[in-house]
């Protein structure tokens, strides 16, 4: 099984802030990484596929980059609909597993 | 448009069974990898089981093994979930996902129901 590891669990920001978060593979994954956006009581949606390609409707402040074992996800300017859970995943193989999220909050 | 319908969640005692339902439109379920994914209450996701396009690879995760079983009715066009002794852990909702098509090729997961919430409880 490939380990994904996400760091922070939690990140306090602030509406404007630039945030990274970041997620590690236990092995190579190439740039099959996804990053997913989770608000309570909905199903997670993606926000990036293959790394860095942001998906139909994503807005382009969502950027991804990476490969092989690091991956981030940024946030150029953090906006009030933005603050939910942030999940990557890896999909190079199947039941490709998750990170265990990451939480960002309003400072 | 592709959408995922979940059905058949509910309380249930520890012990006992259910059995969910994802109806899906906008595409044939035997062109693609489905899979079950679940999320305990204030926890991550958590696969627990997926069928191949031709229902000829099946995985389940470990802690449902021998209770759970996957299947899909290709008349219907449903993907189905039997979960059978029932454990508080298992407590959770649980999302319907299209994965992958019949190709191979990884894909994101761009397709989710929109979550069957099982309570395992006495």
Not at chain 1, 34 to 55: C, D, F, N, R, T
């Amino acid at each position: 099984d490939i380990q994904m590891t996400q760091s922070p669990s939690t990140l306090s920001a602030s509406v404007g802030d630039r945030i990274t978060i970041t997620c590690r593979a236990s092995q190579s994954i190439g740039t099959w990484l996804a990053w997913y956006q989770q608000k309570p009581g909905k199903a997670p949606k993606v926000l990036i596929s293959k790394a860095s390609s942001l998906e139909s409707g994503a807005p382009s402040r969502f950027s991804g980059s990476g490969s092989g074992t690091e991956f981030t996800l940024t946030i150029s300017s953090l906006q009030p609909d933005d603050f939910a859970t942030y999940y990557c995943q890896q999909y190079n193989s199947y039941r490709g597993e998750f990170g265990q999220g990451t939480k960002v909050e309003i400072k | 448009q592709v959408q995922l319908v979940e059905s058949g969640g509910g309380l249930v005692k520890p012990g006992g069974s259910l059995r969910l339902s994802c109806s899906a439109s906008g595409f044939t379920l035997s062109d693609y990898y489905m899979s079950w994914i679940r999320q305990a209450p204030g926890k991550g996701l958590e696969w627990v089981s997926y069928m191949s396009h031709s229902g000829n690879t099946i995985y389940y995760t470990d802690s449902v093994k021998g209770r759970f079983s996957i299947s899909r009715d290709n008349a219907k066009n449903t993907l189905n979930l039997q979960m059978d002794s029932l454990r508080a852990e298992d407590t959770a909702i649980y999302y319907c996902v299209r994965d992958r098509g019949a190709t191979g090729v990884p894909a994101a997961l761009t397709y989710w129901g929109q979550g069957a919430l099982v309570t395992v409880s006495s």
